[in-house]
């Protein structure tokens, strides 16, 4: 699919943007995983009208990234969330021209057909457009991304900067709530009595899913473009978190066997020293400062109590 493709605009009724905050729309492409059902009830409850995309739920819009089918998206939308992505680094790595279709050609695509009727484009992206080598990388940084997720997330941003109207871009480190599955794995093996193994030259700069989500819908309530960065205050490695969990279960450390990633069969994809960015939220918006990772974990691990 090309941007050609997708210029249907008169076919789709696509016209200019109303700023009626009683009919304010957004799309949200991508359903599922960690951002889009919170980001959902956030705006709703700011009184957005909300559509969501899925590749197969029912009561959503059908539509694939890999096969997308412009005809079935809404016309007159307010603002645009591009938050689906292929993120396995792995298979980016594997499969980067079926991959770059994804994170790269169809979200640009759709990003112009809706910024051509002056729709609000947004974006997240991450802290693996930089290689890591440094903390706390400023915004206007130049990236050398190590691993191609991160290649195909800096085109991306570049295509929305490129846009005919302003658009938002805001890159996260990791999300906190995304641990979920490795939390639970880690405390089902130490109830059992079983060693856990996390690595120690694998690091973090976690932060809470609720604040990523505050300031996309800040941006997107005051129509503020940019290249914005959110993250956490410092990296941790993994086998701290493990021992985090372990005082959290009241368990001794003794199951806590950490290692380095670099002697598995297959290593990660990418093993950056550092991920940290400089904050850098919209002019605003409050707090403008790092989170405080040490408050972040302990929310998490409130939150979910992984038993």
Not at 16 to 42: E, F, H, Q, Y
Request: overall charge neutral; hydrophobic content about 45%.
């Amino acid at each position: 699919m090309d941007l050609q493709d997708l210029r249907l605009s008169r076919r789709l009724g696509f016209s200019s943007i109303t700023n009626d905050a009683m009919s304010r729309r957004a799309l949200i492409i991508g359903s599922s995983g960690l951002v889009a059902p919170i980001l959902s009830r956030k705006l709703q409850g700011a009184g957005w009208r909300v559509y969501l995309t899925s590749r197969s739920d029912t009561g959503k819009i059908r539509f694939d990234l890999a096969r997308p089918d412009p005809g079935v998206l809404p016309a007159d939308i307010d603002a645009v969330f591009l938050i689906a992505a292929e993120t396995s680094l792995r298979r980016c790595e594997n499969e980067p021209e079926a991959t770059y279709g994804i994170n790269v050609l169809a979200p640009a695509a759709i990003a112009q057909l809706y910024a051509s009727a002056g729709a609000h484009v947004l974006t997240l992206s991450t802290n693996l457009v930089f290689d890591g080598s440094a903390p706390f990388m400023p915004p206007v940084s130049a990236r050398h991304p190590a691993c191609m997720y991160g290649k195909q997330k800096a085109d991306l941003e570049d295509a929305l900067m490129r846009l005919p109207v302003p658009a938002t871009v805001l890159r996260i480190t990791k999300i906190v709530e995304s641990l979920e599955r490795l939390a639970t794995e880690w405390s089902r093996d130490l109830l059992a009595a079983k060693p856990i193994k996390p690595f120690i030259d694998l690091v973090c700069a976690p932060v809470s899913l609720s604040r990523v989500v505050e300031i996309l819908a800040y941006s997107t309530e005051h129509r503020l473009p940019g290249l914005y960065q959110h993250s956490g205050d410092r990296d941790i490695d993994y086998a701290e978190i493990a021992r985090m969990l372990c005082r959290r279960m009241k368990l001794g450390e003794n199951l806590i066997e950490p290692c380095r990633s670099a002697g598995l069969p297959v290593p990660p994809v990418a093993v950056p020293a550092h991920t940290t960015l400089d904050e850098a939220v919209p002019s605003g918006f409050a707090p403008q400062q790092l989170e405080d990772i040490s408050v972040v974990l302990a929310g998490f691990f409130h939150k979910y109590r992984p038993s």
